[in-house]
């Protein structure tokens, strides 16, 4: 993770009980809320921050270096973390009979359709659009690549990306807009592992992950938004395939893909999301396996909290569209911010050379349009 400044650093105090520290996390979310339009990111790039940044930049820091600190000391409070939920088996994705051929990858015997309990009003209707569109492209509902990464079927449709003016803990770059998602695609239903970095990566890039949250199936963290699309490149080609076969999702896509039919601050109940995602005020204060939580309706992992997640998009103002060329997006909150932090619309941007322990991504598996159009195989004449 890169160092602070020093001048940046909070004085320690080790007697504060973790409600307290959650209670302060929350007071320094709301007040970065108000005091910074836009979202500037509140984590410092690799190196520290220079002198050019703008004062908003470097105002971010001082607040966020307070949020650091309280998640870091979480580590040292004797309370038990909660621990994880048991996932209740959903029931058996229904298998494509001739399903569309697509390269590298292959329909899995094993894809389950998630038990929408606990989860937000739209996710039943999410599962069927999801079953639909399997049934009438022979698009498999979960596929699994050459490097054993499960993918989902996200069916193309539209939905409203933001979130209302009356949300706890909006922010003012977040105005409701109508979004269409046109074509179906498919999302890796965990976030990249350590495991599956090393595979696709070899010898070529070493596991930059802290080592002090070590595990084959932890999302790979530290990572670089130039470090994931040598990942996502280098995937394509060891499949055979086009650059860009495999890339990282678009903001529109990943909110899309983490609402999976919700309409609400997260795609869980609020007094249920301990179940489905990895923050602050619940569970152990460091990155969880992949999997160890419930997922959304279309089967996804960790879209709220564990690590955050690169999106290929600049930062850009929803209204305005004025495009941040110097910002990368990142999505979906991380382990030791606030709950309020993880909710579906909630955006930070970051120099796209900022690394962490609490950054990782998923990766998208794009479809041609011959895929597409497709349906299914056409029968050979005798």
């Known amino acids: 993770m890169a ?36 979202k500037i990111s509140h984590l410092a790039a690799s190196g520290g921050a220079p002198a050019s940044l703008s004062k908003y930049f470097r105002l971010g820091l001082w607040g966020v270096a307070a949020v650091i600190f309280i998640g870091m ?13 048991t996932i ?4 058996p994705a229904p298998l494509v009979e ?21 989860l937000e009003d739209g996710s039943e209707f999410a599962q069927k659009m999801q079953l639909e569109a399997s049934r009438e492209a022979s698009l498999p509902v979960e596929i699994v690549n050459s490097v054993g990464m499960r993918f989902r079927l ?27 998602i046109p074509r179906h695609f498919y999302i890796s239903a965990h976030e990249v592992t350590q495991e599956q970095w090393k595979q696709v990566m070899a010898e070529a890039v070493t596991d930059p ?14 990572v670089t938004w130039r470090n994931c699309n040598a990942f996502v490149n280098a995937l394509s ?29 997260f795609h869980a109940r609020s007094e249920e999301l301990w179940r489905f995602a990895n923050y602050l005020e619940e569970h152990a204060a460091e990155t969880m396996p992949v999997g160890t939580l419930r997922p959304n309706a279309w089967g996804l ?22 495009t941040h060329e110097l910002h990368r997006v990142i999505r979906g909150g991380n382990w030791y911010i606030t709950k309020l932090d993880c909710r579906s619309a909630t955006r930070y941007r970051l120099p796209p050379d900022s690394h962490g322990n609490f950054i990782g991504f998923r990766v998208v598996r794009l479809l041609t349009r011959d895929q597409l159009e497709q349906k299914t195989p056409k029968e050979s004449k005798p």
């Open 98 to 118: 001739q399903p569309v051929e697509i390269p590298g990858c292959k329909q899995s015997a094993t894809g389950q359709m998630p038990v929408v309990e606990y």
């Open 88 to 91: 209740p088996p959903g029931t």
């Open 301 to 322: 992992y960790n879209m709220h909290g564990n690590v955050w997640e690169w999106c290929a998009d600049n930062f850009a103002d929803y209204e305005s569209k004025e």
């Open 3 to 38: 160092e602070l400044p020093e001048k940046s650093k909070p004085e320690k105090r080790l007697t504060h009980s973790k409600s307290e520290r959650a209670a302060q996390a929350r007071r320094i979310g709301r007040r970065r809320r108000k005091e910074r339009p836009g």
């Open 237 to 265: 080609e060891l499949e055979g395939q086009p650059k860009g076969t495999y890339r990282l999702p678009l903001e529109r896509e990943w909110e899309y893909a983490c609402r999976a039919g919700t309409k609400t601050t």
């Open 73 to 85: 000391m979480l580590t040292n409070d004797t309370a038990e973390p909660r621990s994880a939920d």
């Open 209 to 222: 992950s802290d080592p002090k949250q070590q595990g084959a199936k932890r999302p790979v963290q530290e």
């Open 154 to 180: 996200i069916p193309a449709g539209q939905y409203v990306m933001g979130s209302p003016e009356n949300e706890a803990g909006r922010a003012v770059d977040e105005a409701e807009h109508v979004v269409p």
